[in-house]
């Protein structure tokens, strides 16, 4: 039973995309650039806290635990 209808030709044609080739074509659409960019400052402090808790050899569990004990909007 064929769960696709991709015929063994069409896969043979089949060249793999890198996600930054993809990356790059989307980052021509000026919306989707637009979002893209807004999303940046999100992620540089996701990139701070993962810097800082692989420099405290901390584990991700150990900072949730950190997290919940000293936010009251993440209770233990």
Known sequence: MKKYNISDEEVGKYEPLSFSDVKKEWLKDPKF?????????????????LKKRIE???SQ????????????????
């Open 33 to 49: 650039k637009k979002s893209y960019d807004n999303l940046e400052p999100e992620y540089a402090i996701i990139r701070a806290v």
């Open 56 to 58: 405290s050899k901390m």
């Open 61 to 76: 569990k150990d900072l949730a635990k950190n997290l919940a004990r000293d936010n009251p909007l993440f209770p233990a």
